[in-house]
């Protein structure tokens, strides 16, 4: 009778398929399949891997799963051999032996195995991600991140306030007048929709002014000398005040911070780094001023 290798070689030739073939519809590489053909299991992996692949390989030419690997046990595992003096007990344990190493008793799968190794690679990624994310999670620095303020209506000093204090501010170093000087003070009465978010009364003149943080800045915006809000804002954050007089906008990132002037849009006031204060009154943008670092929020 020929072996169990030879078995497998003219089922394969009889099919007209060639160790490819049966290497993709296995996935066993074809070292393997030389090995199986010419009955060399001692270059094999071992184990639950031989019967794995000898139950794909018989499945694949359509030979019987169970009497390969019966046949394969009997080639790589030699029958015990009774003596003389072998005592009943030891040949019943012999027997359960032979019986818990029989074909089928706890072989696993091939199909199993991989499903449990990728399963395993899943959720070493998973916790790899999770443990990435908690990291950054925890760098980020310590900030109010104020939420959008729609229809125009002032924000309340307390919303968006960062946790630590702004620097103080030096004196400004260069000033660039734009439109016109700022006008002489005048008195006017106090604009309570800056404060309170409510809109003026309709014998009021104001003006909104409304600024879009693209990127992380420092910020400090106050209206008819009143402040309104302070703090280091994360992007996106917009925010707009009304005043009848004056706004003043302090900001840590000129070439971050966008702004408008009653719905129209403002140009840039410098590059991204650069510390800007602004000055805006009834008719527009009146002065930009370039300090040192970030000044405090006073007009």
């Not at 071992?46 to 000898?54: A, E, V």
């Not at 003070?185 to 309170?196: G, L, V």
Request: charged content about 20%; hydrophobic content about 35%; glycine content about 10%.
């Amino acid at each position: 009778m020929a072996s169990l290798g030879a078995q497998l070689k003219q089922a394969r030739e009889q099919r007209g398929a060639g160790l490819d073939e049966i290497a993709q519809t296995t996935k066993i590489g074809t070292r393997f399949l030389r090995a199986l053909e010419a009955d060399h299991y001692d270059q094999l992996p071992g184990g639950i891997f031989n019967k794995g692949f000898i139950r794909a390989y018989a499945r694949a030419v359509g030979l019987d799963e169970e009497k390969a690997i019966a046949e394969y046990l009997a080639a790589t595992e030699p029958s015990p051999v009774k003596s003389e003096n072998t005592s009943p007990v030891e040949t019943r344990r012999v027997e359960l032996r032979a019986e818990a190493e029989s074909p089928g008793s706890g072989d696993l799968p091939w199909g199993v195995f991989a499903l449990i190794l990728v399963l395993a690679a899943l959720g070493l990624a998973g916790w790899g991600y999770y443990s990435r994310e908690s990291r950054q999670v925890s760098k980020l620095p310590v900030s109010a991140s104020a939420t959008s303020v729609s229809g125009g209506s002032a924000s309340s000093p307390e919303a968006g306030h960062a946790a630590s204090p702004a620097p103080s501010a030096p004196q400004p170093t260069t000033t660039s007048a734009v439109n016109k000087p700022q006008p002489a003070a005048e008195t006017k009465p106090k604009n309570p929709a800056a404060e309170t978010g409510e809109p003026a009364a309709s014998s009021t003149h104001y003006f909104s002014v409304r600024v879009n943080v693209r990127e992380d800045s420092w910020l400090s915006i106050s209206a008819d000398g009143k402040p309104v809000l302070q703090g280091n804002f994360l992007a996106p954050t917009q925010k707009s005040v009304r005043a009848t007089r004056q706004v003043v906008v302090q900001t840590g990132n000129a070439g971050g911070t966008d702004l408008e002037f009653n719905g129209r849009a403002v140009p840039s006031p410098g590059q991204s780094g650069e510390v800007k204060r602004l000055i805006f009154g009834v008719d527009g943008l009146e002065a930009v001023q370039a300090t040192a670092q970030p000044a405090s929020p006073q007009p």
